[in-house]
RNA sequence: GCCCCCAUCGUCCAGCGGCCUAGGACGCCUGCCUUUCACGCAGGUAACACGGGUUCGAAUCCCGUUGGGGGUACCA
């Protein structure tokens, strides 16, 4: 079995792409067969080495390996250019003059006359090569996932295989290319449906000696609308979602469940082997669905966190980093050396609470801030009427206790119960106080990090406000 | 319009003629745990689009209807 993935340079890898590859990765590593790449540069006059190191970047963060050096399409232009001539030779192409946009109801709304097929013309100002399709017949393929599909040829007019610019076109690069590559396995995109038979029959007319290849249409993944995820509307570049702290685990393993599931039943797989290894031995081309799914990104978020809580400390910590570097607070973390420890000790409590990176800065930063910020809704909510007396309350007591989570833990539920106050309200100005959230880490590990003289510092600063304004 | 594809809980997947009073996961809801929020644990909610066949028997096969999607470029 070969394989190949072959995306367009764009700029940015689109999320059906990535799982095009990822399936067709999954189909070859299967097999025991080579996962190739193809470049689909023909259509850019300029080839930008930047726009093709995306694509690369993407696979390598997914970690799909490929096999071989990857193929650039625009390398193959003098084949391309011999296979038009040898169509145009045996007569299977022709050359045709465009029809300007207003005048194609005279030739039945199609772009080009029919009767250009006869001409017998040569090269000229503005004309195309068009492929001659045959007037009568069907063109049908035994698709791996779908079935039986025909297409009859009346319904398919003749496509353009080089342009006027002498450029070949998708359908001609396509086929010669996967030809030239000895692709056994054709896995794309349902969009890419109609284009086969023009395949097949380009495929036919060039006499390429040995088998065609066999193909798999995947369904599309599409948005909540049930439309084709789209630029403008939906989250398609694969790297926005590394950016907004999904880790690459979690993606293949998000998509690898749509269109598809595992033979066990058992969707996520924390154990990297069980991804990498493991997916690949259940899956199976025949078996992936043909109705298009969905991309729920509630999903992909538990999925995520998951794989999250599934990273040893380190891990979580090493993965962090970037998104620490990036915070606002950065230079002042970074001044104190202390303040990597301190990191360390919260993280634990960070990891079961978040479903991306991205959110972890928001749970550590009244650790680096000189004070924290505060959230207005928050602080309305817990300075109620015995706010001012419990704090003072606390303020005695903390600059007393032993300086411990467990001790302030139970000292604090101690003064709670003689202040006759509810544990859960009772915790909330303090809280505020610390971090400036409702919602947070648990109180007394954050407390014990923050250290005593600070948490003073805070409690009291705190109470004067609450005195200020009642 | 024409061509092609698709149709099981809100969502993803399982089901490949009897094991289906349709299973798992996400979501949602309830409870437990609990200093908040989470995590974890225990429950609950919810689907075979419709109509005809075929068959002793259909979610599963066939036809039609309806609905949805894709394509219809000298984009890929």
Same mark, same amino acid.
């Given at each position: 079995?070969?394989?190949?993935?072959?995306?367009?340079?764009?700029?940015?890898?689109?999320?059906?792409?990535?799982?095009?590859?990822?399936?067709?990765?999954?189909?070859?590593?299967?097999?025991?067969?080579?996962?190739?790449?193809?470049?689909?540069?023909?259509?850019?006059?300029?080839?930008?080495?930047?726009?093709?190191?995306?694509?690369?970047?993407?696979?390598?963060?997914?970690?799909?390996?490929?096999?071989?050096?990857?193929?650039?399409?625009?390398?193959?232009?003098?084949?391309?250019?011999?296979?038009?001539?040898?169509?145009?030779?045996?007569?299977?192409?022709?050359?045709?003059?465009?029809?300007?946009?207003?005048?194609?109801?005279?030739?039945?709304?199609?772009?080009?006359?029919?009767?250009?097929?006869?001409?017998?013309?040569?090269?000229?100002?503005?004309?195309?090569?068009?492929?001659?399709?045959?007037?009568?017949?069907?063109?049908?393929?035994?698709?791996?996932?779908?079935?039986?599909? %025909?297409?009859?040829?009346?319904?398919?007019?003749? &496509?353009? #295989?080089?342009?006027?610019?002498? /450029? +070949?076109? =998708? $359908?001609?690069?396509?086929?010669?290319?996967?030809?030239?590559?000895?692709?056994?396995?054709?896995?794309?995109?349902?969009?890419?449906?109609?284009?086969?038979?023009?395949?097949?029959?380009?495929?036919?007319?060039?006499?390429?000696?040995?088998?065609?290849?066999?193909?798999?249409?995947?369904?599309?993944?599409?948005?909540?609308?049930?439309?084709?995820?789209?630029?403008?509307?939906?989250?398609?570049?694969?790297?926005?979602?590394?950016?907004?702290?999904?880790?690459?685990?979690?993606?293949?393993?998000?998509?690898?469940?749509?269109?598809?599931?595992?033979?066990?039943?058992?969707?996520?797989?924390?154990?990297?082997? %069980?991804?990498?290894?493991?997916?690949?031995?259940? &899956?199976? #081309?025949?078996?992936?669905?043909? /109705? +298009?799914? =969905? $991309?729920?990104?509630?999903?992909?978020?538990?999925?995520?966190?998951?794989?999250?809580?599934?990273?040893?400390?380190?891990?979580?910590?090493?993965?962090?980093?970037?998104?620490?570097?990036?915070?606002?607070?950065?230079?002042?973390?970074?001044?104190?050396?202390?303040?990597?420890?301190?990191?360390?000790?919260?993280?634990?409590?960070?990891?079961?609470?978040?479903?991306?990176?991205?959110?972890?800065?928001?749970?550590?930063?009244?650790?680096?801030?000189?004070?924290?910020?505060?959230?207005?809704?928050?602080?309305?909510?817990?300075?109620?009427?015995?706010?001012?007396?419990?704090?003072?309350?606390?303020?005695?007591?903390?600059?007393?206790?032993?300086?411990?989570?467990?001790?302030?833990?139970?000292?604090?539920?101690?003064?709670?119960?003689?202040?006759?106050?509810?544990?859960?309200?009772?915790?909330?100005?303090?809280?505020?106080?610390?971090?400036?959230?409702?919602?947070?880490?648990?109180?007394?590990?954050?407390?014990?990090?923050?250290?005593?003289?600070?948490?003073?510092?805070?409690?009291?600063?705190?109470?004067?406000?609450?005195?200020?304004?009642?």
């Amino acid at each position: 079995m070969r394989v190949r993935f072959a995306p367009s340079p764009t700029g940015y890898l689109h999320l059906g792409s990535a799982r095009a590859a990822l399936f067709n990765w999954l189909a070859a590593r299967h097999m025991g067969g080579s996962f190739l790449l193809r470049i689909e540069d023909t259509d850019l006059d300029r080839s930008k080495p930047e726009l093709i190191e995306v694509i690369y970047q993407g696979l390598t963060w997914l970690g799909l390996d490929w096999d071989e050096e990857p193929v650039l399409q625009s390398s193959r232009n003098a084949e391309h250019q011999i296979a038009v001539d040898a169509l145009l030779e045996s007569g299977a192409a022709y050359w045709s003059s465009p029809i300007a946009e207003g005048d194609r109801a005279q030739f039945a709304n199609k772009a080009y006359d029919p009767a250009d097929r006869d001409r017998q013309l040569g090269p000229g100002e503005g004309r195309a090569v068009r492929f001659r399709v045959p007037e009568n017949g069907t063109t049908s393929w035994n698709d791996l996932i779908r079935g039986e599909i %025909s297409v009859e040829h009346a319904n398919i007019e003749d &496509f353009v #295989i080089r342009r006027a610019n002498g /450029s +070949p076109t =998708f $359908f001609l690069a396509n086929a010669s290319d996967d030809a030239f590559m000895g692709i056994t396995h054709v896995i794309r995109g349902e969009d890419l449906i109609n284009v086969t038979p023009k395949y097949l029959l380009l495929r036919e007319a060039m006499q390429i000696p040995g088998a065609l290849p066999q193909f798999a249409h995947m369904p599309l993944i599409v948005n909540e609308q049930r439309k084709k995820l789209s630029k403008r509307r939906d989250d398609v570049s694969l790297m926005d979602y590394k950016d907004r702290g999904f880790l690459p685990e979690a993606m293949v393993n998000y998509l690898s469940t749509l269109g598809w599931g595992p033979t066990d039943g058992q969707e996520v797989r924390l154990d990297p082997l %069980s991804l990498t290894d493991g997916f690949p031995t259940m &899956f199976d #081309i025949a078996q992936v669905s043909s /109705s +298009p799914a =969905f $991309f729920d990104t509630k999903k992909l978020l538990f999925v995520n966190g998951e794989h999250l809580r599934a990273l040893t400390l380190e891990e979580f910590a090493d993965r962090s980093a970037p998104f620490i570097a990036a915070a606002p607070w950065f230079d002042r973390f970074e001044s104190d050396p202390e303040n990597a420890q301190r990191l360390l000790q919260i993280l634990p409590e960070v990891q079961t609470r978040v479903e991306t990176l991205s959110e972890v800065p928001g749970y550590v930063d009244f650790l680096f801030l000189d004070d924290p910020e505060i959230d207005e809704a928050a602080w309305n909510k817990a300075m109620g009427p015995d706010a001012a007396v419990w704090l003072s309350a606390c303020i005695d007591g903390i600059a007393e206790w032993e300086w411990s989570s467990p001790q302030l833990h139970e000292s604090f539920m101690a003064l709670a119960e003689q202040m006759g106050a509810n544990r859960r309200k009772f915790q909330a100005p303090v809280r505020v106080a610390i971090t400036g959230r409702s919602v947070g880490p648990p109180l007394f590990e954050s407390m014990q990090i923050l250290g005593r003289v600070e948490v003073l510092r805070r409690l009291q600063a705190t109470l004067d406000r609450v005195q200020l304004t009642a």
